[in-house]
């Protein structure tokens, strides 16, 4: 006969996050991303503080400024076109995340479980 064991039969139940709180992550990662893409599409090569030889003595022309020049040059240096796939992945987890309002959140390890692989993603399609 079981014994009935009040601590395994408690299931633990995520409350669903608040809907502010939704719209603010979905406001936050979204912004993120623009400014990310901003940042790949405005990179010029002839601005690379990174990579390059030259400090940045000019004004910058990306549009994120000194910050979008350097996080350019790194993404595409190490990424290369690749790099798009990160801002992309950045609204879309926004804009699911806003999608999602007032639903129980999903488990914790399907949640890792797509971080790794949209990293995995982002790395293998580097290495094409």
Not at 62 to 91: H, K, M, R
């Amino acid at each position: 006969m079981k014994k009935n064991n009040p601590s395994s039969s408690r299931k633990t139940t995520q409350k669903p996050r608040s809907r502010t709180m939704n719209e603010v992550l979905f406001i936050a990662l979204s912004t993120l991303g623009l400014v990310y893409f901003a940042a790949l599409v405005t990179y010029s090569p002839t601005e690379n503080p990174w990579s390059g030889d030259v400090a940045l003595t000019e004004p910058v022309i990306n549009l994120a400024g000194v910050f979008g020049a350097y996080l350019g040059d790194i993404s595409l240096s190490i990424l290369g076109y690749s790099a798009y796939l990160i801002p992309i992945s950045l609204i879309w987890l926004g804009y699911n995340i806003h999608k999602n309002t007032g639903e129980k959140p999903a488990n914790r390890s399907v949640s890792m479980i797509r971080l790794v692989a949209m990293i995995v993603m982002v790395a293998f399609s580097a290495a094409i």
